[in-house]
């Protein structure tokens, strides 16, 4: 395999071979070059108007400064992953988590996590998979606090907040009651460890914020009442609004989505947001920065470490994202690489054992 992989990447870059028919490759392109004037002019006769009005609602914009001081900041980074094994038998998935500063070991967690084809189908079992996988970051800071002392700040990948878990538990009809009742349970036991995290944050006086970089949702937009009428993400327009340098005045994304029509819960405290550009590359999107109530009137001296320890680099991956991310994202994401080969490990120790193959069939098309 090793072989032919190398063979077919000298002949990719020799031009000899192509992956895609010229002809087809040819027509895609002709699409994306007639389709993407016509999208990029009408979003942006959008965007105009809805600047004007989210100006008229109250939107504001602040300039944010560089500290260089917020470099060598004491930060703990915590970030989780999760990634399926390609048993045909069953569901089965490794999730990790990892809690790290500079200068101290890590705090590293794992699980394998398994199902039946019976009980969930894919959707219902990557939902279950990784909601465990992100109640592992609140649960390895906590424990790295605990274990190696109070940091300078705890900053996570990921919200605080917790619309997605709590409208979005996916649902299909024949799904069976328990099973979709487990689900809603691992929803809130991460919302109830997120809390554990903020009230120690709390008690030991320690500022906690969190970094979202893929964002879909439109708190902000639902916040100033326009969500209805806006076709786009709250990221896609502050992304075309801020400079780098520069972010939105905050919100409270918990009260934003309520307004949603989201069920009202009991927290520890509700969770702020804001966006902020915090890259150079005019590729890269803003961030969305979130944090708990009780650093209201923190917002300033978070945006300035965000800002300070922010990574520029071609690798989009980590371009913009604070260091103590970068830093956690890098050594406890599980890729698919990683995965094909604790697989391939996994099946010679079978062999080895004088067990049938067979029986760890992988799924159809995931070595490709």
Known sequence: MEDYNLLMET????????????????????????ALPKWTRKAEEEILKLEKTLKREGLKTY??????????????????SSCPLPIGMMNVAFISAMAFREGSDPIIMRDLITASHEKMGKREFKFFY??????????????HIKTHGKPGCVVIDGPLSASLLIRKVPYRRGLS???????????YQLIRLRDQLIELCYKMRIPIFSVVKRCTSKHFLAWYGLKDICPYTDQFIFH????????????????????????????????????????????TPPIRVEYPEYLVGMEEWIAKYVLTTSLTTYDAEFDGL????????????????????????????????????KLLGSLWGFFT
């Open 322 to 357: 604070p260091k103590a991310i970068c830093i956690v994202h890098k050594d406890a994401k599980i890729t698919k690489t990683i995965m094909r080969e604790i697989y391939k490990r996994a099946v010679t120790k079978i062999l080895e054992e004088n067990i049938n193959p």
């Open 130 to 143: 990784q909601v465990q996988a992100e109640a592992l970051i609140p649960v390895a800071s906590i424990e």
């Open 240 to 283: 075309q609004l801020l400079d780098y340098g520069q972010r939105t005045a905050s919100i409270s994304i918990s009260k934003a989505i309520e307004k949603q029509g989201a069920e009202t819960y009991a927290r520890f405290n509700d969770i702020y947001g804001f966006y902020i550009k915090t890259s150079k590359n005019p590729l």
């Open 177 to 187: 009651h328990e099973v979709y009742q487990s689900m809603q349970n691992k929803a």
């Open 11 to 34: 002949l990719e870059k020799s031009g000899k071979v192509t992956t895609i028919h010229p002809m087809l490759y040819a027509g895609l392109l002709n699409d994306i070059f007639e």
């Open 63 to 80: 300039d944010v400064d560089v500290e260089e001081n917020l470099w060598e900041l004491d930060s703990l980074g915590a970030d989780a």
